[in-house]
């Protein structure tokens, strides 16, 4: 029978680091042989190349989800809940927020109380106390949707009391119980534009003072305009607080028209949202 020592020259002869059987004629014999392994890490060079794969794999990802939440804002209802982030979706007030506007489907027609189309009415107010009573009245009447209606109100040069009362006038409709009366968004602005005609019929209306005062009411009217015009509006309505007469059916009348522009009377005015000029009539 072999001896230990034959048997392990026998195997480092062959020169195999596991285990083998031995066989001759009616035995067996098993020796575990081991052989030391080692170990060989990667190279630095190997793990700084990977490691710059990841990283620039990461940041190119994290670009591309930027730009897509900038540029496709519905992208946001999709990512931002799959990420926990819903919270993100609301708009604080105190952050400025960026705002998309569909506007594809969003313009004047010539029946647009049957199409929810929203409509700005602006109105300048100097010295109009006296007024006042008389304009809600007729505002009141009003047969397009109220809810469809925002109010921009310009109070500027007055020395009465007319933006108390109109205060309370507001208060008054949007606290009306009919719920048909409250308008939409309404806004009331006070901004001087040194405006020093008098407001009695020969002033007003006397050739020497038309220049100056045509002008001055050109550029509080513009003013008015471009601070309370919306993407959502389709169409704008002038109206003096003075107007006696108006039919209740006076939107509806005008849009049944269709045109860009059209004015009744010299009172007021009537524009579609696509003419680019301002227009400034009384």
Not at 25 to 39: E, G
Not at 182 to 204: A, C, H, L, T, W
């Amino acid at each position: 029978m072999p001896t230990d020592r034959a048997i392990h020259s026998l195997f480092h002869h062959i020169g195999t680091a596991t285990p083998h059987w031995f066989l001759r004629s009616n035995f067996a014999y098993l020796s575990p042989l081991k052989k030391k392994l080692r170990f060989q890490p990667r190279t630095q060079p190997a793990l700084r190349w990977r490691r710059k794969i990841l990283f620039r794999m990461c940041s190119i990802s994290t670009i591309a989800a930027v730009i897509l939440l900038l540029i496709f804002p519905s992208f946001r209802q999709v990512l931002l809940p799959s990420l926990g982030l819903s919270a993100l979706l609301r708009d604080d007030p105190l952050i400025s927020t960026v705002k998309h506007y569909d506007l594809s489907n969003v313009q004047g027609t010539a029946r647009g109380w049957e199409k929810e189309e929203r409509l700005l009415m602006c109105v300048p107010l100097r010295d109009a106390e006296v007024h006042l009573p008389m304009f809600f009245s007729h505002l009141r009447n009003f047969t397009y949707p109220h809810r469809l209606i925002d109010l921009a109100f310009l109070v500027s040069d007055s020395k009465d009391h007319t933006l108390t009362l109109l205060k309370k006038q507001l208060e008054k409709v949007q606290a009306d119980p009919d719920p048909l009366q409250p308008f939409g968004e309404i806004s009331v602005i006070e901004k001087d534009f040194g405006q020093k005609v008098q407001q009695d019929v020969e002033n007003r209306h006397g050739f020497a003072a038309q220049a100056g005062r045509r002008k001055t009411m050109a550029q509080a009217r513009n003013w008015l305009l471009s601070a309370t015009l919306r993407p959502y509006h389709s169409w704008v309505y002038w109206r003096d607080a003075d107007v006696e007469t108006a039919p209740p059916t006076i939107l509806e009348d005008l849009m049944r028209h269709n045109k860009d522009v059209i004015v009744p009377s010299k009172s007021s005015c009537w524009s579609w949202l696509n003419v680019t000029v301002r227009v400034a009539i009384k």
